[in-house]
C-alpha cells in the first residue's frame, strides 16, 4: 500500500492559520482516487465500465492541525465490503504524528442502478478482501 | 429554532451534475455559524471573549444528491454538551426530502487552552441544554 | 439593475484573515448567475434551449480587503456584446467602499458549436445593448 | 525556470465535466508559491521578514478547457517590477496545448505598509529584472 502526499496549498488554510477543516474530505478523495488507481479500478476504468461510485457517508476525526506547506501522507485502506458497497480508512499524518483519521462508505451505480460488486468487478472484491483480512 | 438556507452555487457542482459531497461540511459550518450567531454566541462574541472553537470531528450522511439552484434547508440541534465539547446535529432537507444528516462536535480554546464552558459561558450551556432536553 | 448580496463565508478567509482573492471570481459567478436570472435567461431557460455559457477571460482589481461576515452588494452590467460574446462587469461594495472590480467575458455554445446571438435569442442582444447604451 | 504541475483534482471539475474557471487562480497561487520558494523568496523567508505580499489584480485567459487527472503544467515569470510592485506571467499547458493565460500583480506590505523592494530585498529585485530581461 502507497502513501498519497498532500501538501497543504495557502488557500486551502483559514483564518485561525490551519488547513480547513473542510479540505480533508477532499484529501481523503485524493488519496482514494490514487488508491483505486494503483489497484487498476481507477476513473478510466470506471467511465469505461459505466461505473460511478457516490460517496454515501463520510467521518473525520481532527487530531492536531496542520498548515500550509505541510506534507501530509495519507494512507487508505479497505475496512469493509459487502455485495453493494465498501468501506475505507484513511489516516493522514504529518511526520511521525496523526493528523487526521477518516473513514468513507461508497456504493457502485450503473444506469443509475447499484452494482453487485461479486458480478462486474470479481477481482476488485478479491483483492479488497486479501488488503481487509491481511 | 430558525432554518438557515444555503442554495447551491454552480461552481459547488461536480462532474457528475450533482453538489460536491465535501461542501456540505461547509453547508455544516455556514448553519452552525448562524445559529451560534441566533444564539447570541457569534462569531464577535467569541472574539471578544479570545475564544476560538475549533471543530474536532464531523460525519455525514449523503441520502438524496442535490444540485445547482436547490434550496437546502439546514436545521441545527444541539445534541451533546459536556464540560468542554459541544455537539451538534444537522438535517438538511430540499421540500420535505431529507438530502443529508450531519454531526460536528466542538471544543473551546483561550490562550490555546480548553474553555470549561460552565465558568466561562454559564448561559450558554444553560440554553443548550434546554435544547437538548426540549 | 438589482444588487446581489454575497456574505463572506469563515472558510472563505485566508491566513491573512481576508476573503482569498480566488473566492471573489466564484462571487462573480454567483452574481450573473442571479442576473442572468432576473433577464429571464437564468440557467433552467438555458438548459431548455441547450445553451451552455463557457467564461473566455477574467479579470479582477482587488481595492480593499473584505473579510469573514462582510456583505458584498455585487451589481452587474453587460458593458459589450457583439455577435457571439458578452463582456460583463462587476462592482463589489462593502458599504460604500468599493473592493473589488472585476470583468468577465463569455461565449455561448449549442452542440459544442458558437452560437449567433442575434439568431438564437434576439430579444437578449436587444436588453443587453439597452443595459449598455443606457 | 522550472515547471510546476498540478493534476487537476475531482472536486475541481463542473457540472460541465471541466476544471471550473475560479480554480485557475488557485493553481496560479500553487506555481508562484514554488517559484518564489525556489527564488529563496518562499513563505518562510517572508514571514521571518515579517513581509506579506496580497494579490492586487489577477486576469486569466481561458483556451482550451482541462479536467480531472489533466497535468497542467504551469510557468511563471516575471514580467514587470516597480519600487512597490511585481508582476508575474503563468502559461499553462496539457502536453503541448496552451491552455490558460494569467498575469498578477503583487504589492508586499511590512507592519501594514508598502515595502520598497530595493531597499529590503535588493537581491530580489536583481533576480527579477534578470529575469524580465532575460
Redesign the interface.
Known amino acids: 500500500m502507497s502513501t498519497y502526499i498532500h501538501q497543504v ?3 486551502e ?5 490551519v488547513t ?4 480533508y ?2 484529501f481523503m ?2 488519496a482514494r ?1 490514487a488508491r483505486m488507481e494503483e489497484l487498476g479500478y481507477g ?2 476504468k470506471m467511465e469505461e465500465d459505466g461505473i ?1 461510485s ?9 487530531k492536531k ?1 496542520t498548515t ?2 505541510d506534507k501530509i501522507e495519507i494512507v487508505v485502506k479497505a475496512v469493509e465490503i459487502s455485495a453493494l458497497k465498501v468501506s475505507f480508512e484513511y489516516v493522514m499524518r504529518v511526520g511521525k504524528a496523526v493528523v487526521c483519521k477518516g473513514r468513507t462508505m461508497h456504493c457502485f451505480l450503473k444506469d443509475g442502478k447499484p452494482v453487485v460488486l461479486e458480478e462486474h468487478w470479481p477481482d476488485f472484491v478479491r483483492i479488497l478482501k486479501e488488503e481487509i483480512d491481511g
Not at 457516490?54 to 481532527?62: D, I, K, T, W
Open positions: 496549498n495557502y488557500y488554510c483559514d483564518r485561525m492559520g480547513h477543516h473542510s479540505n474530505i477532499r478523495e485524493e482516487v476513473y478510466a460511478v457516490p460517496v454515501m457517508s463520510v467521518s473525520c476525526e481532527y492541525t500550509f506547506m
